[in-house]
Every structure is written in C-alpha cells, then in structure tokens.
C-alpha cells in the first residue's frame, strides 16, 4: 500500500508539473492562471487611433459581423462643452472598420438622445458590446437630469446612472432599447449601490449563465457625492436579465475607498480575467495609475493574477515615439478565437483635459 501511495503521488506531481509547462493559449493552460497580457502588448499604428477634433471620443468596444466588418460602439460628447459633459451629453456612437486595428470611421449615432422622460434619455455612455445566441447586445450607462453641462461634475445627472441593454440582429442596428434599467439600484439605504450604478461588464461562463460586473455608489457618506465606490456582481440565465444581485463588494482593499474602476471580464478557458484600472498600481506594484488583471474560477470570487499589471499609462507608437498619458483606462477587449487579440483603451494625454480618443492596441499570442 506504502509503495502505491508514493506512485499516485509521482503521478500527480508529474500531472501538475506538466500543467504547468503548457503554453499558454492551450486548453490544459487555460485551467491555470498563465495570462500574461502586458507581454503581449505591440507597438501601436498611428491608424489605430481613432480621433475627432471636435469631439471627445472615450470608451470603445468592437465586435465583427458575419461578413468580417468590424463596429465599434463607442461613447462620444461634444468637445465644446468640456470634459465634464461626458455625464451630461454623451452618446453611443458607431463606427466602423475592415481590420480590428483600424483605421475606424464614424457611420452613426447608436443610442441617441430620446427625451429627459426615459432613465436613460439624455445621455449614454460606456458601452460593452457582445453577440450572445445569435444577436448582439450592447451594453451601458444611461442617465436623465437637467442637460446642463457644468465646469465640475453635473450631480443630478451622475446620480441618475442606471445600467441598460439594447438589443439588436446586426451591431449597426437598429437597436431595441428598454423603458426600465437592466440594473437599478437597490431600494434599501444602506445597500452598497443604493445611489446609482454604472458600467456595467459581462461575460458568459462555460456552464451558459451570465456573470455581469458593474460599479455601484452608496450612501454612507456624505452626499450628493455619497459613496463608497465599490463593483458587484449579479447573475442571470439570460443575457436581458432578470439579474440577481450579489452585493458583496469586489477588487477592494482595507482603507482604500475607490482602488479600482471599469473592470473588462471574459471567460477563456476554464477560467474568468478581469482587467480593472487601478487607481493607485497598488494590485500590479507600479503605485501609478495603470491597468491591472484579475482572475476567478466562477465569476464571483477574484483575486490578483499571477501576472498582474496589464498595461502602464504609455504607448509605443510604431512611427518610433513613446507617449505617456494622463489617462489610459476604460479597457475593452477584441478576442480571436478565445484569446485577447486586440485591447482598446481611452486615452486622455494631458492633465488639462482638452482632448480624448480611443487607441486599438495589438496583443500578440505568439
């Protein structure tokens, strides 16, 4: 029995360690946690930039129709009235592309304004983008207040942030929206999205459910700012819900009040990645704001990966220069065949906030 018991645990030994040699990409690998997202990053082309100067253009996602075109769906608002404006007057855009890279061109207004009387009539922004069972569902912030753009952040506005989807057979739509959020917040005071809820991210896990990810405010302190800041989780069999909320907080640290924001989650493999924007590069060791990855088993339940930081707030043009930036956030993914192919990030280079444009940055699986 002695002699048995060592040879199943030779065994087991030599299984893991054969794991652990997989590549990565593989299905054995991909029961690990093995993603290393910032050795993939490439040099960026300058038509990968998708800018207008006339508007701030901010975060964007893409997905490929049957015939190979590519759409990005993504939140603009006039530059004229400022940065801030972004909670005021923002709307999902549309544009589109032959290669995931770019270059992208502006077609059309996806979610337009339809009146201050709808939850979501003034203003749309953030948007996430996926095809589930064969139609495409665009997910987003939509919010209603008094339209007035303001030099510091417009309250009324971003305290009316509700979580929506639009449905359509085709990403240029038209687009089937709802008179009732797909996320309100929670009725009881002391609940931790009980003031709004916002930024809405999902996936679907290899057993069919969907996991959707979003930010919440509550109403601990003081308002009309409130807080604090924190992400939850709700679940549903059907990508339009109903969701059921699991209101335990997540990507959270003792005495930070906001560490991270606008987490980007996928299944791949056997496994669920998350990449958050870390505030301070507290979860990735950089102590700068950067980009950071998380993973789960199920969705629900994330810890740091083992390969943490995803991306700092620089680029590599392939012209030859490297650009920092103020902003670098709000990370959206491209997979081709199961694996991040392209990411695609707001980029926001000075302080001042006079411009913005998103990036499409190639990830290289080799």
């Not at 645990?9 to 299905?27: D, N, R, V, Y």
């Not at 059309?108 to 749309?124: K, N, Y």
């Not at 990030?345 to 001042?352: I, Q, R, W």
Request: hydrophobic share 35%; aromatic share 10%; proline share 7%.
């Amino acid at each position: 029995m002695r002699v048995l018991f060592c040879l199943l645990l030779l065994i087991t030994f030599a299984a893991e360690a054969t794991l652990a040699e997989q590549p990565a990409g593989s299905k054995a690998a991909e029961t690990s946690d093995t993603l290393n997202i910032s050795a993939m990053v490439g040099e960026v082309s300058e038509q990968s930039k998708f800018i207008d100067d006339d508007w701030y253009i901010w975060g964007g996602s893409m997905v490929r129709d049957a015939d190979g075109q590519c759409h990005l769906l993504y939140s603009r608002w006039p530059r004229e009235l400022g940065h801030n404006a972004w909670v005021t007057h923002s709307e999902i855009a549309h544009a589109v592309a032959d290669h995931p890279l770019g270059p992208y061109r502006h077609v059309d207004v996806a979610l337009p304004e339809r009146g201050e009387q709808f939850w979501d009539g003034l203003c749309t922004h953030n948007p996430t983008v996926h095809e589930f069972d064969g139609r495409y569902h665009l997910y987003y912030m939509g919010n209603t207040g008094d339209h007035q753009p303001t030099k510091k952040l417009n309250f009324i506005h971003r305290n009316n942030q509700r979580i929506g989807v639009a449905v359509a057979d085709h990403p240029a739509g038209p687009w089937k929206r709802f008179d009732q959020p797909l996320i309100d917040i929670s009725a009881n005071d002391d609940a931790p999205d009980s003031l709004m809820t916002s930024n809405p991210s999902i996936l679907q896990r290899p057993d069919g459910t969907f996991v959707l990810i979003y930010k919440g405010v509550g109403k601990e302190y003081r308002l009309p700012s409130g807080g604090p800041v924190v992400h939850l989780a709700a679940t549903s069999k059907s990508p339009t819900g109903p969701f059921k909320k699991h209101l335990k907080t997540l990507f959270t640290l003792p005495g930070e009040r906001f560490p991270a924001e606008d987490p980007y989650i996928w299944a791949q493999g056997n496994r669920c990645y998350a990449i958050v924007n870390d505030h301070n590069g507290i979860f990735n060791g950089t102590n700068n704001d950067s980009l950071a990855l998380f993973t789960s088993t199920d969705g629900l339940n994330w810890d740091v990966a083992r390969h943490p930081l995803v991306l700092n707030r620089k680029l590599t043009w392939k012209e030859g220069n490297t650009q920092s930036f103020h902003r670098l956030e709000r990370p959206q993914l491209w997979l081709e065949n199961g694996q991040p192919a392209v990411l695609f990030c707001a980029a926001e280079p000075t302080a001042e906030k006079e411009h913005s444009f998103n990036v499409a940055i190639p990830l290289s699986n080799e």
